[in-house]
């Protein structure tokens, strides 16, 4: 017999009365992995790639076999490799064909496939009921991904929140800095806690990522590091935050307007948590309004170069974050332009067969 979960085939029906959702926005300034992780031209991988689909083809008829198992496996592994950019561009289309191939020659991990193709379309609409079939197919199998997914979907219809919370007093800070934000819950932290504790690597990394840009940077470097084993960019979050905490001190009474100033540097640049431009330049604001000179200098440079909309120019703000307002005429200071923290390139990234998964030394774009 086939193996496929009760109640699940190879192609979940849609839904006609549920709208696509839009497509996901994060209220933070995080840098994404980068989706190549092999080589494009690597002729080992490129020869892996063939012996698969020649597994995949030589399926036997009767499911349930050894040559049927295999050919599940390896459909699933070149899903894998498609979404990921193993051995060639990014392909998600061609990756959801794995996925549901995988499916239907009884793979039961396929089921994660198809719920994040299902929650970010892979190449076509989002399909929220799809993914929520698929997402309890996957409970049995691999309950702590199938929570996580389960929060990538409610953030999906979740409202956008650029920011976290008002100012309020932290154990560290960079000299001259008081403030730290402590904003509202993660919505659907939760279901992260719960993910995190089965031992989900993305939700270990999620958590890491609030509590870092809540300014609680030792839960965040505890996080990570929990994460690390088992993530490259867990392990490189961990560093970077590590080095971080190594230059924050505490301190006592900096002028409103230096503390200020030195708070929106930190979101500006991401020091000990993602950055975040929109609360960067509030902050700039507030500390003009302070009395903090820098300030003024720093915002005359973002508004100096506007996008073509009239708005903030995101990549000027990124080139910015090496600039030194500190002095007279601002010169660039490369010391300050930090790396920024990450996530996994895609919920599936830590399924990747271990020759296919990016170094730790190796930055992910």
């Not at 994060?26 to 698969?52: C, F, K, M, Y």
């Not at 499911?63 to 599940?72: F, L």
């Not at 929060?151 to 154990?171: F, K, V």
Request: with cysteine; aromatic share 4%; net charge positive.
């Amino acid at each position: 017999m086939q193996r496929l979960l009760p109640g699940v085939s190879g192609e979940p029906p849609r839904a006609s009365d549920e709208r696509p959702a839009p497509p996901f926005i994060s209220p933070l300034n995080v840098e994404p992995a980068g989706p190549h992780l092999a080589p494009t031209g690597d002729p080992v991988t490129q020869a892996e790639l063939a012996r698969l689909r020649a597994v995949v083809e030589r399926a036997p008829g009767t499911n349930g076999s050894r040559g049927s198992r295999d050919a599940a496996r390896a459909a699933w592994q070149l899903g894998l490799a498609e979404l990921h950019g193993v051995g060639g561009p990014v392909a998600p289309r061609e990756a959801q064909v794995w996925f549901t191939r995988a499916m239907r020659l009884g793979e039961p991990l396929a089921a994660a496939g198809l719920a994040w193709c299902a929650i970010d379309g892979c190449g076509g609409p989002p399909d929220l009921t799809a993914a929520r079939r698929w997402i309890a197919a996957l409970r049995p199998v691999d309950g702590s991904r199938a929570q996580y997914l389960e929060w990538l979907l409610e953030t999906r219809l979740a409202p956008l929140q650029l920011a976290r919370g008002a100012p309020s007093r932290g154990q560290h800070a960079l000299p001259g800095e008081t403030l730290a934000v402590d904003g509202a819950a993660l919505p659907g932290r939760s279901l992260l806690l719960a993910a995190a504790r089965g031992g989900s690597v993305q939700a270990a990394i999620e958590l890491g990522l609030d509590s870092a840009a809540r300014r609680h940077d030792r839960d965040a470097l505890e996080q990570f590091r929990a994460a690390a084993p088992r993530s490259s960019v867990a392990a490189s979050n961990a560093t970077i935050l590590a080095q971080r905490l190594a230059t924050l001190r505490p301190i006592t009474t900096p002028s409103a307007g230096g503390a200020t100033f030195a708070l929106a540097q930190r979101y500006h640049r991401g020091e000990g948590m993602p950055a975040n431009f929109t609360e960067a330049i509030r902050l700039y604001r507030l500390a003009q309004s302070q009395g903090s000179i820098p300030a003024r200098r720093m915002l005359e440079l973002v508004f100096s170069r506007p996008a073509p909309d009239g708005g903030i120019d995101i990549g000027w703000m990124q080139q910015l974050t090496g600039v030194d307002v500190t002095s007279e005429s601002p010169t660039v200071n490369p010391e300050g332009m930090q790396p920024l923290l990450r996530r996994e390139p895609t919920p599936l990234s830590d399924l990747l067969p271990q020759r296919w998964r990016p170094h730790a030394d190796r930055p992910l774009r």
